[in-house]
């Protein structure tokens, strides 16, 4: 019987990372290769292609790059002799990536997002184990047609929901509102439930200047002006609570609004979806009244890599609203 076919992109991050004696800090270092010489038996559950993408660590990915990756992606899943793919992921940017992925590719084969929180000059390294639990998922059965997942800690988490919740735990990335979809436990991927409502955005280019502003306590427009004047094409406010702000913002939102500047909404709130509840000045029914668009459940990074997407496919503010609050649009190319 011939094993399934995964190939696994690398991209970078702490997974390819050790300690340099030099600085004394963790930096690029181990080849793609050595990487995968770590995780072992694999070759008894799949054959490995490798791909190099690139070596830099997470925060340097950043939304061009991720359509790269992307093109990179959808023409491997293209390929009749490849059943899956892995990808090796800094954790820094990791969950936009994959939502990202999730959003731009509709694929019945798999496609899984792993990294590592610690470094191979550390102990308790989790690279080779996070990597051989991502390919274990990758061949399952049980992964095909879920989307992008991400697969950490032993963990089966949906692109769509998952954030990276702690700044040093092996076990920080969670999806906060549901629990996990699933484990991978024995080498054997075991999911607890479905994904509901998948959305697609059928694009493969993506408009960078969109800014996420975070609301605090007294806030006024300064920002929200300085976005438009500098350029920007959308901007994400992560408003308080069930998605208000201080009065003293709504200058600027109006302003941005008038310029043709998309507004999306979130909260601030680790789990939660906002909602036109409120009524007074500043509260989500003026603002909804005003023209904001509603972003639903997704943290502001998510909500500003959906709106980076929304607007390479239509420029229209009603149409980007159907997009950002609606789970399904477009046509697929």
Known sequence: MNK????????????????????????????????LSLVTNIDKYATIEIINFTTLPGPHIGPALM????????????????????ITHGTDTLEETAFLLDLTINSKKSVIIAGAMRNSSELGYDGPSNLAAA?????????????VLVVMNNEVNAASEVT??????????????????G???????????????????????????????????GMDSRLIKFCVDSGSRGIVIEAMGRGNVPPGMIDGITYAIANNVAVVMVSRCPTGRVLDTYGYVGGGRSLRNLGVILGG???GQKARIKLML????????????????????????
């Open 297 to 299: 459940d997704l943290p």
């Open 4 to 35: 399934p076919r995964i190939a696994v992109i690398f991209t970078g991050g702490t997974i390819s990372m050790s300690v340099d004696p030099r600085i004394g800090a963790a930096i690029p270092s181990l080849s793609s290769q050595e990487i």
């Open 183 to 217: 484990i991978v436990d024995n080498d054997e991927v075991i999911l607890h439930r479905e994904i509901v409502n998948r959305q697609h955005i059928y694009t493969d280019t993506i408009i960078p200047e969109v800014d996420l502003i975070k609301c605090v306590a």
């Open 135 to 147: 390919v274990c998922t990758a061949i399952s059965p049980e992964a095909k047609g879920k989307g």
């Open 164 to 181: 990276k919740t702690n700044t040093l735990s092996l076990d920080t990335f969670k999806s906060l509102e549901f629990g996990p979809l």
């Open 310 to 333: 929304a607007l390479s496919v239509t420029q229209s503010l009603n149409e980007i609203k159907q997009i950002m609050e609606h789970t399904q649009y477009g046509t697929k190319k």
């Open 67 to 86: 359509m790269d990756l992307r093109r990179i992606v959808v023409d491997t899943l293209n390929r009749e002799n490849i059943d899956g793919v892995v």
